[in-house]
C-alpha cells in the first residue's frame, strides 16, 4: 500500500470532519495519516496464522443478571419518610400552574 496521501484525500477528510485546515495544519495532517497507514502496513507483515480474529482485546461476557425483586414491597416503610401521602404515594408541591 502507498503511503501518499493526495491534496484532494486531505480536503475530504477536512470537509467530512468539518475543520478548516490551514497549508501548515494539512501538511502536519498529511504526515500523520501518513505514518498511521506505514504502521498498517508493517501490522499487515506480521504472521497472523493460527491466531484467532477477536472483537475485544479482553474476554467479554454479559454482565446482565436476571431482574429478581430481592427486597420486596416496602411501600408502606417508604411512605412513613413522606411529608404528604395520597392513595398509597408522595405528594408534593405543584412546580408549575
Known sequence: ????I????????G???QLELSE???EQARADM?????????MGELDTTG?????HVFPVQNV???DVVTNGDMRE?????????????????????
Do not use: W, Y
Open 77 to 97: 416503610q417508604m411512605l412513613l419518610n413522606a411529608p404528604e401521602e395520597k392513595d398509597g404515594m408522595f405528594v408534593a408541591p405543584r412546580t408549575f400552574e
Open 24 to 26: 501548515e495544519e494539512r
Open 51 to 55: 491466531v484467532e480474529p477477536m472483537s
Open 6 to 13: 493526495s491534496d484532494e484525500t486531505i480536503a475530504h477528510v
Open 34 to 42: 501518513s505514518r498511521m497507514l506505514a504502521c498498517i502496513d508493517k
Open 1 to 4: 500500500m502507498a503511503n501518499i
Open 15 to 17: 470537509i467530512l470532519a
Open 64 to 66: 446482565f443478571r436476571e
